[in-house]
């Protein structure tokens, strides 16, 4: 009996192992930091989410988990661990991953971004107010004062969601390089996410996470975050309130 449990132990053991592997050479589909607060909050991924989407700003528990991170954020950035690191400048180098170069003109930081089609709104974010904007006719996109997170809403023109989340992954393929994919992903409110890892313009390992969903009748969005590896775990509260700022075209006032 003491024979069979050392074997059945060393069995589990090796599954476990091989599990660990696959799933790390699939891009790890137990989803933290960035990859997780997209999936749990992006357009109906939790209660707080709904509960953001309905008045555009970050409130109570969640706005205070985002100051405990920038200031765990700001501290670790002055480790040698971190200082010896390479980095992204997304600033500088934006990464193409839904098929639009942000170009468009600075707008005011702290203020709810709006893509409109003929006027009518179709989706609206409020990015941090430390975050430098940009926007287009269809497009919004913000980076972090340090450069290491970006983040980007455009409007995607595909069939239906499950088309978007393949035109999606394929522009992820074009922009970054070593990219491996987790397992899908629908939220609640009907998102489809797509996740996983890989290499910038720099070489540096980033993490990755891109939804599509319904902004307004027939107007399919794409929503994709990209953050340096080292710094994901420091940035998840931060994309967790991006997300549940997040207006649909049915959370407007009627106009």
């Given at each position: 009996?003491?024979?069979?449990?050392?074997?059945?132990?060393?069995?589990?053991?090796?599954?476990?192992?091989?599990?660990?592997?696959?799933?790390?050479?699939?891009?790890?589909?137990?989803?933290?930091?960035?990859?997780?607060?997209?999936?749990?909050?992006?357009?109906?991924?939790?209660?707080?989410?709904?509960?953001?989407?309905?008045?555009?700003?970050?409130?109570?528990?969640?706005?205070?988990?985002?100051d405990r991170e920038n200031a765990a954020r700001t501290q670790y950035q002055t480790t040698a661990e971190y200082q010896s690191a390479p980095r992204s400048?997304?600033?500088?180098?934006?990464?193409?991953?839904?098929?639009?170069?942000?170009?468009?003109?600075?707008?005011?930081?702290?203020?709810?971004?709006?893509?409109?089609?003929?006027?009518?709104?179709?989706?609206?974010?409020?990015?941090?107010?430390?975050?430098?904007?940009?926007?287009?006719?269809?497009?919004?996109?913000?980076?972090?004062?340090?450069?290491?997170?970006?983040?980007?809403?455009?409007?995607?023109?595909?069939?239906?969601?499950?088309?978007?989340?393949?035109?999606?992954?394929?522009?992820?393929?074009?922009?970054?390089?070593?990219?491996?994919?987790?397992?899908?992903?629908?939220?609640?409110?009907?998102a489809l996410v797509v996740t996983g890892t890989g290499k910038g313009k720099k070489g540096v390992d980033v993490v990755f996470a891109a939804g599509v969903?319904?902004?307004?009748?027939?107007?399919?969005?794409?929503?994709?975050?990209?953050?340096?590896?080292?710094?994901?775990?420091?940035?998840?509260?931060?994309?967790?309130?991006?997300?549940?700022?997040?207006?649909?075209?049915?959370?407007?006032?009627?106009?």
């Open positions: 009996m003491r024979v069979l449990r050392i074997i059945l132990g060393v069995s589990v053991l090796g599954l476990l192992v091989m599990t660990d592997t696959a799933l790390s050479q699939r891009g790890g589909a137990v989803r933290s930091g960035a990859r997780g607060a997209v999936v749990g909050n992006m357009v109906g991924g939790s209660e707080g989410a709904a509960t953001g989407a309905k008045i555009g700003v970050v409130t109570g528990a969640t706005r205070s988990a985002i400048n997304f600033a500088e180098t934006p990464p193409d991953v839904l098929g639009v170069t942000p170009a468009g003109q600075d707008v005011k930081a702290g203020e709810e971004v709006v893509i409109r089609v003929l006027k009518s709104p179709v989706v609206g974010v409020t990015f941090p107010t430390s975050w430098k904007q940009r926007k287009g006719d269809n497009y919004a996109a913000a980076v972090s004062q340090d450069g290491q997170a970006f983040a980007m809403f455009a409007l995607i023109e595909a069939a239906d969601k499950q088309a978007g989340a393949k035109l999606v992954k394929e522009r992820l393929g074009k922009s970054l390089s070593d990219v491996k994919f987790d397992e899908p992903a629908e939220t609640k409110g009907g969903f319904e902004g307004a009748k027939g107007r399919l969005v794409g929503a994709a975050f990209v953050v340096d590896s080292k710094v994901d775990e420091h940035y998840k509260e931060t994309v967790s309130g991006i997300c549940q700022t997040i207006r649909r075209a049915e959370d407007f006032p009627k106009e």
